[in-house]
């Protein structure tokens, strides 16, 4: 029998965000949170671009690649590439709800033809011994109502699908954008806590407005795990005691050190950046780095001023760090003064 990667806290896919490098300083500060791709497109896939879009980093484990389509075919081989490059678990997208997604006929969209997203579920399990799991809304557009999400999970669920993500808020597909419907309508997240007690053979886990652990946990008791997305890569540290306080990971730390982490990740940097390759693609992962501390303005005004510098490289993670410490022992030696 397949065996899901351990749901209980995973970062989502999200795009132009979660590539290669994300995961990698995400990994740098926790160990058992699960990570995913960005979106992938089967089509790409298709195509012969298998590098491109799934190579990564032996540390990222456990991590999950998420795919985007229609097509049976497509998917069984996106989902068969997934298990030869290594991926814990293969996911199919039919949450997104953006103009350009559903030109392709896949993402949100296709909730209204559960018959199809089951086709395609069987054709990547067949395909594949990854886990597959969904990710979904919890409706879209005027078809929201817990009966019709409840017909969809079971069609899907009956598929074979191992688990579903379910972001708790539907989808718009005209009329907001997508940036307008992470926002508007409200979240239910009593829906997907009902769904799991009307599925409890079925892993469900929770997206949507999870913006702390303490969240994570409180919903954890209802679901069997919780999704964070853009708080995550805003603020990556407050995955840091992840493993301690979710999995309970014996050995794990109560949280790394911030500065140590930065200088892994320039490690990883210098290894893989090259010439022709602006360095912002790597240092804007670490903007939020020492979000909530001293020196976090100057941390991301150092990071930025000089990776537009005609020829940086690694080193101004180096040169920002030092300027963040010169900052914070400023900031520390005046509040010591203002206590004397």
């Known amino acids: 029998m397949r065996q899901t990667p351990n749901p209980k806290l995973s970062v989502a896919p999200m795009m132009d965000w979660t590539d290669p490098a994300c995961r990698y300083l995400l990994r740098l500060i926790t160990r058992h949170t699960l990570l995913y791709t960005e979106m992938v497109p089967a089509q790409a896939l298709w195509h012969g671009r298998a590098e491109r879009f799934l190579a990564g980093d032996a540390s990222e484990h456990p991590v999950a690649v998420q795919l985007g389509g229609s097509d049976p075919q497509q998917l069984a081989h996106g989902a068969h590439l997934a298990q030869v490059w290594g991926y814990d678990e293969v996911n199919l997208n039919v949450g ?12 949100a969209c296709l909730m209204r033809e559960p018959d199809l997203v089951a086709d395609l579920v069987r054709a990547m399990r067949e395909a594949s011994d990854l886990p597959v799991t969904v990710k979904s809304r919890i409706g879209v557009d005027h078809d929201d109502h817990y009966d019709q999400l409840c017909a969809f999970v079971d069609t899907v669920a009956s598929a074979g699908a191992d688990g579903l993500i379910v972001h708790a808020r539907k989808a718009w597909l005209s009329g907001l954008s997508p940036k307008q419907n992470r926002e508007i309508p409200a979240l239910r997240h009593d829906m ?10 079925l892993t469900i886990v929770l997206n949507g407005g999870i913006k702390d652990l303490a969240a994570a946990e409180r919903w954890g008791e209802a679901v069997d795990g919780v999704m964070i997305g853009r708080e995550a890569y805003h603020n990556p540290w407050l995955l840091a005691e992840a493993d301690q306080r979710i999995f309970a990971a014996p050995g794990a730390p109560k949280s790394p050190d911030r500065a140590s982490v930065a200088r892994q990740y320039r490690d990883y940097v210098a290894c ?19 979000q909530g501390l001293p020196g976090a303005r100057v941390w991301r005004r150092a990071l930025s001023e ?20 010169a900052c914070a022992a400023s900031v520390r030696f005046e509040a010591s003064v203002a206590s004397a």
């Open 96 to 107: 997104c709800p953006s103009d350009r997604v559903q030109s392709g006929r896949f993402g």
């Open 192 to 201: 997907v806590a009902q769904l799991k007690a009307d599925f409890p053979q």
């Open 306 to 325: 000089a990776a537009a510098r005609p020829g940086a490289g690694p080193e101004i993670i180096d040169e920002a760090l030092d300027q963040w410490a």
């Open 272 to 290: 893989r950046h090259h010439a022709g390759v602006p360095i912002s693609r790597y240092t804007r992962h670490l903007m939020g780095l020492f």
